[in-house]
């Protein structure tokens, strides 16, 4: 797991700029029920997500965003709406989209998770991000929400290919982030 944590360190450091924090506008993600297409991921809400883990196990990848943050915007138009990607994720993620300033309450991992006037965020959030409020950030989680890794910053779609295949692939457990890098051939494009 250090050499988890350290991979992604060395991914944040080169995955870009992320954005500050500062007040926005609430929002939550789309609802389960709201039918995503093919060429969309399936996001889910954390009450979603946890249900369906309850029936059939998946690791988990978090987008935590704001309304205001421009590279979650870039993110979502770019490295989000990649087709091999979409596939990818939606076969072996639950995908959660999270507004970090989300003020309605999230019922959680047996929790209820509320707005924090002073971090300007859901408590979930700054569970998830270790308190660096830095957008957008991924998060990365294991199966039965485990181990959750927080990526900060902005990353293309090479960068999160890259990422997804090292966790979904279990390589993390067979090898260093260094010599999975070291092998690694992108073929989602950029």
């Known amino acids: 797991m250090?050499?988890?944590?350290?991979?992604m360190c060395v991914l944040a450091a080169f995955s870009g700029a992320a954005c500050g924090n500062q007040k926005g506008n609430e929002a939550s993600a789309p609802k389960e029920t709201e039918v995503a297409a093919a060429n969309e991921i399936h996001w889910l809400t954390f009450e979603?997500?946890?249900?369906?883990?309850?029936?059939?196990?998946?690791?988990?990848?978090?987008d935590i965003y704001t309304d205001w943050c421009g590279w979650c915007k870039v993110m979502d138009k770019k490295t989000y709406t990649n087709a091999a990607l979409i596939k990818y994720v939606n076969e072996n993620f639950y995908a959660v989209k999270f507004n970090a300033e989300q003020r309605a309450p999230i019922n959680f991992a047996g929790k209820k998770w509320e707005f924090i006037e002073q971090n300007r965020a859901n408590q979930l959030a700054v569970e998830l991000m270790s308190?660096?409020?830095?957008?957008?950030t991924t998060v990365i989680m294991e199966e039965g929400f485990k181990n959750a890794q927080p990526m900060p910053g902005y990353m293309e779609?090479?960068?999160?290919e890259s990422v997804l295949k090292y966790i979904a692939g279990d390589n993390h457990k067979?090898?260093?982030?260094?010599?999975w890098q070291h092998g690694f051939k992108a073929e989602w494009g950029k």
């Open 2 to 7: 250090k050499r988890f944590v350290l991979m």
């Open 48 to 62: 979603e997500a946890e249900k369906k883990m309850k029936e059939q196990p998946r690791k988990v990848l978090v």
């Open 131 to 136: 308190g660096q409020m830095s957008y957008p």
């Open 157 to 160: 779609t090479f960068q999160m």
């Open 174 to 179: 067979k090898m260093s982030w260094n010599d």
